[in-house]
Each structure stands twice: as C-alpha cells, then as structure tokens.
Nanobody, 122 residues
Framework: QVQLVESGGRLVQAGGSLRLSCAVSGLAVNKYRMGWFRQVPGKEREFVVGMSATYSYYADSVKGRFIVSRDNAKNLVTLQMNSLKREDTATYYC?????????????????WGQGTQVTVSA
C-alpha cells in the first residue's frame, strides 16, 4: 500500500526557515510527479509546488522562498521553506500524482499524506 507521511511542521517565527519531509512507501518518488499543497481551515487546498520528471513548478506566493527536492535513495521528498511569512501558516500535505493529470490540480493527485502543521508567528 502507498503511504505518504509528512513531518517537520512546527511553530516558527516569521522570517525563519523550516524543512518539511515526506517519507513515501509503496511507490518510488522518482517515478511519479510529487507535490506539496497547503490548506487553512475553511479554505480550499492550495498548490505550493509540484515536481515533474524534469521541472519543479512553484506557486507565485512561494517562488524564491521555497525549494522542493527529492532524495531517491531515501525515497522522500523535502520542502525547504525560507523567509517564512505569517500567511504561510497552514497544514502542509504531500501528494503523489500517479496517473495523468495536472501537477497544479489538487483533485488530480492520487495519494496524500496526513499533513503536518506549520505555524508562523509574528
């Protein structure tokens, strides 16, 4: 069975950095498109970044601040978040897109982790 487990979320001050990890079992992260989304209660889940085989695509809101990467040996995906803002506060979800779909479209993803909470204080 496919399992995605996010970790690393915590309270951090604005301007600080945080590194999230998504440990994946049941599929190889280098074989599928992987992405990060985030969600605030009462709002729609928002695209953050997605990785195709050759490119990473970032939402404008995080471009220049966040960096996504794969560690194929450990089969995990990381999200390095820098210069954090209060509006980055959200539950962050790791997803895998195993079929055909748009890497920016939440409903196209086939698997999700449980999420990890990131809270950015003023």
């Amino acid at each position: 069975q496919v399992q995605l487990v996010e970790s690393g979320g915590r309270l951090v001050q604005a301007g600080g950095s945080l590194r999230l990890s998504c440990a994946v079992s049941g599929l190889a992260v280098n074989k599928y498109r992987m992405g990060w989304f985030r969600q605030v209660p009462g709002k729609e889940r928002e695209f953050v970044v997605g990785m195709s085989a050759t490119y990473s695509y970032y939402a404008d809101s995080v471009k220049g601040r966040f960096i996504v990467s794969r560690d194929n040996a450990k089969n995990l995906v990381t999200l390095q978040m820098n210069s954090l803002k209060r509006e980055d506060t959200a539950t962050y979800y790791c997803g895998a897109l195993t079929g055909y779909g748009d890497i920016r479209t939440m409903s196209d993803y086939n698997y999700w982790g449980q999420g990890t909470q990131v809270t950015v204080s003023a």
